[in-house]
Structure formats: C-alpha cells, structure tokens
C-alpha cells in the first residue's frame, strides 16, 4: 500500500489526512492527491459537500510556494466549511490562510505579502481584483467549487484573463455535464476523476431534512430526538465532524455508531454529508436512510433521491406552543398553591363588574406585555465616536445626500440611525459615521458605482468626538461658535 508521502503529500498535512480516516489506497485519495501535488488541472466530481476536497487540498496545500497564492473560490453559503477545512489540513505546515468573508482584511494581507492561502467568495475576489489587492498573474492555484451554482459562466472572467497558463486549475463538481464548457475554457487537459452514472435513475425512498450549512449539527440532534430510532449509524464522508457529533450526542443516543464508507446495518442511518449514488445504495440496504440536505444541495438531492419524504423538524410554532404550554402551568401552580389572596381582593370588584375570564385575559395580556417588555427604552443615544469617510463623489458628479444614504441603507445594509451629517463638497463627500463601523463600511463602499461614477473612499480623519465637544471649526460656522 503507498503511503502518503509517496503521493506527494507534506507528513504534516498527510497527518491531518489520516486522522480525518482517508487512507492512500482509497480510490479517491490515490487518483486526486498526487495530480493536484504535481500541480496538473483537475476536475474532481463529487457530491457538493466540501469534505470530499481533502486529498485535493492536501495536495495543493503540499505544494503552494511562497509569493503564489492558491486562491479557493467557494459558494457563500459553503465558505466557513471550506475555511474550517482548510485551516484544519493546514494547521501543522507552515501556511497563513485567510477566510475572506469580505474584502478589508484579505486586502491588507494580500498587500503585506503574507498570505498563501486565500479561501473567498467570487464576489470578495472580483472586489479584491478591482481594488488591485489580488494580482491574479502571481496566483499559484485556482480552485472552483461548484461552478455549475452559478449564474453566469462569464463572472470569472476578470479573474480567469490575467491567470497565468501554468497555474494550476482545480475545479470540483457535482454535475459534470454542465461545467464541460469551464473545463473547455479554463481547465483544457485536466484529468477528470469521478463518474455520474447518466443512465442509473435515482435511488429511494429516502426521508430529507432541509438544514442550513451551520445548523446541520443541531439538526442531525433534532432528527434523532424526533425519530428516537431502535439503532442509529450516523454516516459521514470523512471523520473530520466525529468528535463534535459524539460531544453534541452523548448521553441521548447511548448506541449511537459513526461511519465511513460502508455503513453498518442499523434501525436508521443518518448522513450528515451527502452521499454519492452508490454510496446511497450501500447505505439504503443498510437501514432506513435520512439525508441532511443543506442549503443549495437541492438539486443534486433530486438527481440521485427519490421518491423523497421530508421531514419535519420542531418550528417557531411548536416553540411558541411550548412557551405557552409553560406558562399555564406557572398559573396553575399558583392556583393550586393556594397564593393570590391578597390579589382576589383586590380584583373582587372587576369580578362584579365583569365576567372572570375577560378579566384574566386582561390580566395575563398586562402580565405577558410588561415581561416581554421590560424597563422602557430611554431614547437610543447616538455613538459618542464617529468617524468621517471620505467618498469620492460631490455635486459636480450630480451625487445627493439621498444617493449616498441609498447605497449605505439598501447595498451595504447599515441602519439609517446611524447615518450622520453628510458634507456635499463640489468633488468629495464626508459621511459622519459611528467609528467602529467606519473602516468597514469605507472597504465597502470603496468601488462601489454612484451616480455612473465608480468611487473610491476612506477613512477621513479617524474618530471625532461630537461637535458640540469637539467645536469643529469645518464642520461648524464660527460665528455660531462665538456666540455661545
């Protein structure tokens, strides 16, 4: 059996592998591990669960050189999976990685030169280019992960015309037929490990629990405290989420068993990461099967499941019927309790003057109200530090007040409270805004496009106190200052 060194792999990284349970004589391992080592085009096709990537990443990573980045563009919905992942195979070799949940941090390591690895979204990438923080012409490697989620093929393009032919392309998918054009276009002589059985139609009955990518933990709790099975498998692709569905379990499931591979005979059998299709097999001949299908699976669900029953997790509605449910018996303690007395008295004459349950209603609504209430608000007061950001744009581009508070509040998502005084100069603006949110919001709107013109913006001056402390002479007509 080789060994995973022998496919190229860092003893560092290939420690993290084995520990995850992949093993080098695993079909999967040995044909993607030492192509991306050598650093030849792939395309991987999987189901679209991130942990199917660790042999391809560990062979990236084993090779990722210092001034060449690899650049790992994930979808949105998947991009703490991917980093968790990633920084997970990297932990003993000696690599800075950035998740890039937006464009400011990773800009400031791009610029510093620090960063091997930068794990993002397309949208912080193309961001990122047009600010010229990342020079794709420098980067090493390029991984794209189930392109086939998006809309439009050609939104890579930016980044796709500057990379160099001898940087390593990477692309995995989970419908092959739809990424022949990105293959043709971005990836030419990359080898394609992994097969979609075109002909097979899909498998089932299987029972689905649509989750969020963040919740599926809690979600793989909920399933089995709703079902309570007999005998329970929890099926993953790799052991990378063992440990924390055995600490989220224990005590609940006393039976519980965790697998790889082929899933031992069992009541029901969980899997948390989506199986291929043969995989499905196996694992329906083993036991009634349930599938965590997060956000954005959907499809690949229906190509390979059916017939499908879903499963109805407890909602906001049974929450709020067991809130409820509470609540009477706190009223039912006090009755039986036999405490209140002094309370009848004081309702004695409501109970003349009206029917009993009008005035209990009226009572528990004044109960209810004032808890979920609490102590009334003072009026909100404003930051005690602001910062002015610098936007590129005054009255000579035609700009309005209106038009900056409409890209802060619609675009970027600020609250309009938080909007301060906006100065029009004839070619900037100065928009005062709270100082812990100002670095942030000037990032985003540092390219943004107002009034036709793409705009640049900073931080202006950095924190101010407010004007009546600060007596800001710019900001401020002298003589009203005199005055006072």
């Known amino acids: 059996m080789p060994s995973f060194e022998e496919l190229h792999i860092q003893p560092s990284i290939a420690r993290v592998l084995d520990q995850r349970g992949w093993t080098p004589d695993a079909a999967t391992a040995r044909d993607v591990a030492p192509t991306?080592?050598?650093?030849?085009?792939?395309?991987a096709v999987t189901p679209p669960i991130p942990a199917y990537a660790a042999p391809a990443l560990a062979g990236i990573l084993s090779r990722v050189e210092r001034g060449k980045p690899a650049l790992i563009l994930v979808p949105s919905v998947q991009l703490e999976e991917w980093g968790a992942l990633i920084s997970d195979l990297a932990q003993g070799a000696t690599l800075s990685v950035q998740i890039g949940r937006g464009p400011s941090r990773a800009m400031r390591r791009l610029r510093g030169e620090s960063l091997?690895?930068?794990?993002?979204?397309?949208?912080?990438?193309?961001?990122?280019?047009?600010?010229?923080?990342?020079?794709?012409?420098?980067?090493?490697?390029?991984?794209?992960?189930?392109?086939?989620?998006?809309?439009?093929?050609d939104s890579v393009m930016p980044l796709m015309q500057d990379l160099p032919r001898e940087a390593q392309r990477v692309i995995y998918t989970a419908e092959p037929a739809r990424v022949n054009t990105w293959v043709d276009r971005y990836a030419r002589k990359a080898l394609t490990v992994g097969t979609e059985p075109l002909?097979?139609?899909?498998?089932?009955?299987?029972?689905?629990?649509?989750?969020?990518?963040?919740?599926?933990?809690?979600?793989l709790a909920d399933v089995?405290?709703?079902?309570?099975?007999?005998?329970?498998?929890?099926?993953?692709?790799?052991?990378?989420?063992?440990?924390?569905?055995?600490?989220?379990?224990?005590?609940?499931?006393s039976d519980l068993q965790l697998a790889m591979g082929d899933a031992p005979?069992?009541?029901?059998?969980?899997?948390?990461?989506?199986?291929?299709?043969?995989?499905?097999?196996?694992?329906?001949?083993?036991?009634?099967?349930?599938?965590?299908?997060?956000?954005?699976?959907?499809?690949?669900?229906?190509?390979?499941?059916?017939?499908?029953?879903?499963?109805?997790?407890?909602?906001?509605?049974?929450?709020?019927?067991?809130?409820?449910?509470?609540?009477?018996?706190?009223?039912?303690?006090?009755?039986?309790?036999?405490?209140?007395?002094?309370?009848?008295?004081t309702l004695a004459p409501l109970f003349e003057r009206y029917d009993a349950p009008s005035v209990a209603a009226a009572l528990f609504e004044l109960w209810h109200g004032a808890a979920k209430a609490g102590p009334a608000p003072a009026s909100a007061p404003r930051p005690s530090e602001t910062a002015k950001v610098y936007v590129g744009a005054g009255k000579k581009d035609g700009v309005t007040a209106n038009d900056l508070v409409a890209v802060l509040t619609k675009e970027l998502r600020f609250d309009r409270t938080q909007i301060g005084r906006i100065e029009l100069r004839d070619g900037y603006s100065l928009i005062e805004?709270?100082?812990?949110?100002?670095?942030?919001?000037?990032?985003?709107?540092?390219?943004?496009?107002?009034?036709?013109?793409?705009?640049?913006?900073?931080?202006?001056r950095g924190p101010t106190r407010p004007p009546r402390e600060e007596g800001d002479a710019r900001s401020r007509p002298a003589r009203r200052t005199n005055s006072r």
């Open 36 to 43: 991306a080592a050598r650093g030849h085009n792939l395309v």
């Open 116 to 153: 091997d690895v930068l794990v993002t979204t397309l949208e912080t990438a193309l961001q990122l280019v047009a600010r010229s923080a990342l020079r794709m012409e420098t980067v090493g490697a390029l991984v794209l992960a189930w392109p086939e989620s998006l809309l439009d093929e």
């Open 199 to 219: 002909e097979a139609g899909p498998l089932g009955p299987v029972r689905t629990v649509a989750t969020p990518w963040n919740r599926r933990a809690q979600a």
């Open 224 to 253: 089995i405290e709703l079902v309570d099975p007999a005998s329970l498998v929890v099926w993953t692709a790799d052991r990378g989420q063992h440990e924390s569905i055995r600490r989220l379990i224990a005590g609940s499931q």
């Open 265 to 345: 005979a069992a009541n029901t059998i969980i899997a948390f990461d989506l199986p291929a299709r043969d995989r499905l097999e196996q694992l329906l001949g083993a036991g009634e099967v349930i599938l965590l299908v997060p956000t954005g699976t959907e499809s690949y669900v229906a190509r390979i499941a059916a017939p499908r029953r879903p499963l109805q997790l407890p909602g906001p509605l049974d929450t709020a019927r067991w809130a409820e449910s509470l609540r009477r018996q706190e009223i039912q303690s006090m009755i039986e309790s036999g405490q209140g007395s002094r309370a009848l008295l």
């Open 433 to 460: 805004l709270p100082a812990e949110e100002a670095e942030r919001l000037a990032g985003q709107l540092n390219g943004t496009t107002i009034r036709r013109k793409r705009v640049s913006a900073r931080v202006d």
